[in-house]
């Protein structure tokens, strides 16, 4: 069965440069959520949504921005990126209502 | 805002044994889903079993069970015949049932390991 794809899987930046983060959703699914998993911690909810319209917002810096496209893939930004940036970034999808499934994870280290 | 604690931060069993991870929760919602989730060294964060809160009866995946007590806002998660893959960090999640609130609410996690 499809999975959850996230690209690149590993990224590696410099402080103030710009990252950008790809989610492609399991078809047919209608709702993306992103996560953040900061070293020895639990993952932490960032933004969500559903039908390409933000539909919940956590704990996202002001510096990140995202979007859902018209094909349902995502993508995070994250701009004058700092080293506490450096972190696993989760996408998940999932039918509205339903169960989450996570993608693999993008690793952000930034230097 | 909902909260999840899960109190053992580490935990180890011996294999074939039985282990009990712990996890309480608070919220003032009457309905809502609770998760445990398994994340091996890979880093990939498995789906291990899921309960409704209107069911009374007590989820379970094969070696996998959960003891839901609504009342007391327990969810704990008891592996049985542990073996080696079971070893990972485990986190037990929230989840509201609320269009538009259906974020995952984790706790701090419990590293479960296997002694041979």
């Known amino acids: 069965a499809a999975g959850v794809i996230q690209s690149p899987r590993h990224l590696i930046k410099e402080k103030r440069e710009t990252a950008t983060l790809k989610c492609y959703p399991i078809?047919?699914?209608?709702?993306v959520y992103w996560y953040q998993q900061g070293p020895g911690q639990d993952p932490q909810f960032l933004i969500s949504f559903y039908e390409k319209m933000q539909s919940d917002k956590g704990s996202i810096p002001d510096r990140f921005s995202a979007q859902q496209f018209s094909d349902y893939h995502s993508e995070l930004n994250m701009s004058s990126l700092e080293l506490g940036d450096s972190a696993l970034y989760f996408c998940?999808?999932?039918?509205?209502?339903?169960?989450?499934?996570f993608g693999p994870g993008t690793r952000l280290t930034v230097t | 805002a909902q909260t999840v604690t899960q109190s053992q931060p580490e935990m180890s069993v011996q294999e074939a044994e039985t282990v009990t991870l712990s996890c309480t929760y608070d919220?003032?919602?009457?309905?809502?889903?609770l998760f445990w989730y398994k994340q091996p060294p890979s880093r990939q964060m498995i789906l291990v079993i899921r309960q409704e809160a209107y069911k009374q009866q007590n989820a379970t995946e094969n070696r996998f069970s959960v003891n839901f007590q609504k009342a007391a806002k327990s969810f704990s998660l008891k592996i049985s015949d542990s073996q080696l893959g079971d070893a990972a960090m485990y986190f037990c999640?929230?989840?509201?049932?609320?269009?538009?609130?259906?974020?995952?609410?984790f706790g701090q996690g419990t590293r479960l390991t296997i002694n041979p």
């Open positions: 919220t003032s919602e009457s309905d809502y889903y």
């Open positions: 078809p047919r699914h209608d709702t």
């Open positions: 998940a999808s999932s039918l509205v209502g339903s169960w989450q499934y």
């Open positions: 999640a929230y989840r509201s049932v609320i269009q538009g609130a259906q974020k995952l609410v």
